[in-house]
């Protein structure tokens, strides 16, 4: 997957997190990168970021393993209610032309939850709850960089996110042969993530994001091995008062020969918060642009099947501010 004769790659920006450990203007530096990455790309990799090769390769195995089991083994996890900690979806096609199958876990508390996970492969709930820890902690360490760089505390929100939600998203993207002549075959229509941030694993190329620096092109995401990919959620663009704005993105190819797997964290506040633009983001110069929601104002709009993206509803336009 990923390699199409009209679709050219993204730069995407590289963030060494180690460094952030370091002397204050090192850490200044990076912070810096930061904040360019979620201006500009509004998209970043990560190195050193405490996954190891090990954990990520048994985690794609396990994942791969499910996804082969025999569908009536999954089929009781299939539910069109999105407020399920645990939700298996399969799309092969259909009218929409979709090709995909998931599995969404909730992650934190993860007591409250792993019971409820899959234990067929049986070693499922182990090394996904080790892989949902690590993705939770690492996405806590990066939103502490984030709010850094948009001149915030390190600590602005940190026990919200803390004690807020924690999901899991696993893709699972058939192999397509050329021979049945498919010319696009949709794996992820395109969409913004809801979340303040998603941390991505791809198992291999195949995400597009939209290249707002040039032309609103979309361009492929290469896989670079051992890293993560970090994306700018709409709960971002609203607290940083469209300071950041969140990534459009999606899978779309043309044909390829293996499954192709992908892990995304998403990190948010608790179901009922009400996620605002931060004040101190906000003064005569930059009036407040977003309206307060919370994840469950996002949830009901998923299920309501509004075509409006959910970031657009949120949207205070200069005729309101102006009354
Ligand atoms: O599979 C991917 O690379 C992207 C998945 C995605 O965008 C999502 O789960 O929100
Ligand atoms: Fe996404």
């Not at 396990?62 to 009536?72: H, I, K, M, S």
């Not at 709850?129 to 940190?158: D, P, Y």
Request: hydrophobic share 35%.
């Amino acid at each position: 997957m990923g390699s199409s004769n009209n679709c050219n790659d993204m730069q995407v920006p590289l963030i060494n997190l180690s460094l952030l450990q370091q002397d204050s203007q090192t850490k200044s530096h990076v912070i810096k990168q930061i904040h360019q990455a979620c201006t500009s790309a509004g998209i970043f990799n990560v190195i050193n970021h405490g996954l190891s090769e090990t954990l990520i390769e048994e985690v794609l195995k396990v994942n791969a393993n499910f996804f082969e089991l025999p569908l009536v083994t999954k089929e009781g996890l299939i539910s069109d209610d999105i407020l399920k900690p645990v939700r298996f979806s399969t799309n092969q096609g259909g009218a929409q032309g979709i090709f995909r199958d998931f599995l969404k876990l909730y992650a934190h508390p993860l007591e409250e939850f792993l019971n409820s996970w899959p234990n067929n492969p049986p070693d499922y709930r182990d090394k996904m709850g080790r892989c949902a820890v690590e993705m939770r902690k690492l996405g806590i360490q990066i939103l502490g960089a984030i709010m850094e760089s948009l001149n915030l505390e390190t600590t602005f929100l940190k026990d919200n996110i803390e004690q807020g939600m924690h999901m899991v998203a696993i893709n699972s993207y058939p192999p397509i042969s050329e021979s049945k002549n498919i010319k696009k075959i949709i794996g992820a229509p395109q969409h913004t993530d809801h979340s303040i941030i998603t941390i991505l694993l791809q198992s291999s190329s195949g995400l597009q994001v939209m290249d707002r620096n040039d032309k609103n092109t979309w361009k492929y995401v290469p896989k670079l091995k051992g890293s993560l990919l970090v994306f700018v959620g709409d709960h971002l663009e609203v607290l940083s008062n469209g300071k950041y704005k969140s990534v459009l993105h999606r899978v779309v190819y043309e044909s390829c020969d293996e499954t192709r797997l992908s892990i995304a964290s998403f990190q948010s506040l608790g179901m009922d918060e009400v996620l605002e633009p931060a004040i101190e983001l906000v003064d005569e110069e930059h009036p407040k642009q977003y309206k307060g929601s919370s994840l469950r104002d996002f949830l009901k709009h998923l299920a309501s099947g509004e075509s409006k993206p959910f970031i657009e509803t949120l949207k205070i336009s200069s005729e309101t501010m102006e009354e």
